[in-house]
């Protein structure tokens, strides 16, 4: 949500997502609008894409490294952020459509990144395949690769002159290292080991207007839910650890506040986070225990969490 001097103002139940919004297309956005809601989005990081490295993953494309042959230095693209994927469609949108090889993969951790993906495969890159969609986490996607890149690439007596291609992951400067450790883990045979190399496509910063920007959508918010005369909720949804300190202090969630325990049966206003870890780090640091946690980080596991969470409320009068 850009930020503005008036605060928007809802006709449908607002439900805040604490993150940029994506592009060409975002799954959170297409979901909760199909159910009523206005989405409304709150950015709470500021992303810049390194352009120098960018310019390598363009350089692999049209120096033909990333096409079946000898030359041939990587055998798949790995993404497991949105903005590493609109990262990638920034290349592709000055490359135009390439030949690269049907052997060429884009592995992917889940169904938002698989979808923006998609679009970018359909008139980009036909010939490649995607992989992924269904891993949901780092650690699951990794498994997954070790499995399937391996069984492309079988052991046999050519492998020191025709060896299996690295794979390159496109980061942000700020990730987990689960996917290239497990992938080249020295536990396992040599054989079945992928190298992998990171790269970073994009850096990422606090966004200074974020309590400024939350704050003034928060206030429509809490005007919209007390104009009806039907019982209503607000919803924030929390992506990351980052800015949950600005999010409570907002919502008056902060320990020692008046509202600052979820068992308190008066309260309108509920947070749920897209998984565990943001979750674990509310309750650590804050000792405040979110109403839902998404069983899966995707918009149908979060509108799952928050329809059967709003089911019990509405029928607790």
């Known amino acids: 949500m850009a930020t503005s001097t008036q605060p928007p103002s809802f006709s449908k139940p607002p439900i805040f997502l604490l993150k940029t919004k994506s592009t060409p297309h975002d799954g959170y956005e297409e979901y909760f609008s199909s159910r009523g809601y206005n989405p409304t989005f709150v950015p709470v990081l500021e992303h810049r894409f390194h352009d120098e490295n960018l310019r390598i993953v363009k ?51 889940g169904p938002a990144t698989s979808r923006s993906l998609s679009s970018i495969q359909s008139t980009h890159l036909p010939h490649a395949q995607l992989y992924g969609s269904e891993a949901g986490n780092g650690e699951n996607l990794a498994r997954m690769i070790l499995e399937h890149y391996n069984g492309l690439y079988p052991e046999n007596e050519n492998e020191t002159t025709n060896p299996k291609p690295s794979l390159l992951f496109l980061v ?72 949950c300190d600005a999010m409570l202090k907002v919502l008056d969630l902060l ?51 928050i329809e059967a969470f709003m089911e019990q409320w509405k029928g607790s009068d």
């Open 59 to 109: 350089d692999l494309f049209l120096s033909g490294q990333l096409d079946e042959g000898s030359g041939r230095k990587y055998g798949g693209l790995i993404f497991t952020s949105q903005r590493a994927v609109e990262a990638f469609a920034r290349i592709m949108e000055e490359i135009g459509a390439t030949s690269a090889s049907k052997s060429l993969i884009l592995y992917t951790v």
């Open 255 to 305: 320990p020692g506040s008046s509202t600052s325990t979820s068992e308190d049966k008066g309260r309108r206003e509920f947070i749920t986070t897209i998984g565990p870890t943001t979750r674990d780090h509310l309750r650590s640091k804050y000792g405040f225990d979110p109403d839902v946690c998404a069983e899966k980080p995707s918009p149908e596991g979060v509108g799952g969490g």
């Open 172 to 243: 942000g400067e700020q990730r987990r290292d689960i996917i290239p450790r497990t992938l080249m883990d020295e536990s396992l045979p040599s054989r079945e080991r992928i190298q992998v190399d990171e790269l970073v496509v994009y850096e990422t910063g606090v966004m200074d207007s974020f309590e400024n920007d939350f704050a003034r959508a928060v206030k429509s918010g809490r005007q919209y839910i007390s104009s009806g005369e039907e019982k209503r909720a607000l919803w924030t949804v929390v992506f990351s650890p980052t800015g």
